[in-house]
T-cell receptor
Framework: DTEVTQTPKHLVMGMTNKKSLKCEQH?????MYWYKQKAKKPPELMFV???????INESVPSRFSPECPNSSLLNLHLHALQPEDSALYLC???????????FGSGTRLTVV | EDKVVQSPLSLVVHEGDTVTLNCSYE??????LLWYKQEKKAPTFLFML????IEKKSGRLSSILDKKELFSILNITATQTGDSAIYLC?????????????FGTGTRLKVLA
């Protein structure tokens, strides 16, 4: 299995909703990442997990809450989002430094 | 502040043309530079470069890194309409033992039939 699987592929949520994005990989990668990508912009790093521990938080608002329950799973919990949070959310994993990322296909989130 | 700059921002060519995409960077604790192709969804990996002057090739695509002048180029020869995409350059840096990638703005390539 050489894929990173993200679910759901599309999500529409209201500003008072609570939802979660899920990311799964079975390649034994020990680093996992959440990126946010707005239209026509490059991906922006949000969080890095290394060996299931949060190692980088790029000053992301607390309405985004990451969780890494085990080495294969990465979640992003969403609560009280704003319309400007609408974007493509990409999960990625890497074996180690310098091996490059494998990206998931992303979740396209719309906040209404 | 870390910076990765790609040029041109966009490019329109005809099938069969050769294109050169540029990526310059100013990043502390540089570890590697990667090129990705992004069509509709997730970026797909093209090349990883760590050493200066060693060309990586894959079919019609090739890339090289200059660590002295802090840039990389991605060449595509005999372009095809399927090469139309955004090409992203990402630089990996060491942040206190954790590695992260900083992406450039991308070059949007359109290849006309």
């Amino acid at each position: 299995d050489t894929e990173v699987t993200q679910t759901p592929k599309h999500l529409v949520m209201g500003m008072t909703n609570k939802k979660s994005l899920k990311c799964e990989q079975h390649m034994g990668h020990r680093a996992m990442y959440w990126y946010k990508q707005k239209a026509k912009k490059p991906p922006e790093l949000m969080f890095v997990y290394s060996y299931e521990k949060l190692s980088i938080n790029e000053s992301v608002p607390s309405r985004f809450s990451p969780e890494c329950p085990n080495s294969s799973l990465l979640n992003l919990h969403l609560h009280a989002l704003q319309p400007e949070d609408s974007a493509l959310y990409l999960c990625a994993s890497s074996q180690a430094s310098g091996y490059g990322y494998t990206f998931g296909s992303g979740t396209r989130l719309t906040v209404v | 502040e870390d910076k990765v700059v790609q040029s041109p921002l966009s490019l329109v060519v005809h099938e069969g043309d050769t294109v050169t995409l540029n990526c310059s960077y100013e990043v502390t604790n540089f570890r590697s530079l990667l090129w990705y192709k992004q069509e509709k969804k997730a970026p797909t990996f093209l090349f990883m470069l760590t050493s200066s002057g060693i060309e990586k090739k894959s079919g019609r695509l090739s890339s090289i890194l200059d660590k002295k002048e802090l840039f990389s180029i991605l060449n595509i020869t005999a372009t095809q309409t399927g090469d139309s995409a955004i090409y992203l350059c990402a630089v990996e840096r060491d942040t206190s033992g954790t590695y992260k990638y900083i992406f450039g703005t991308g070059t949007r390539l359109k290849v006309l039939a």
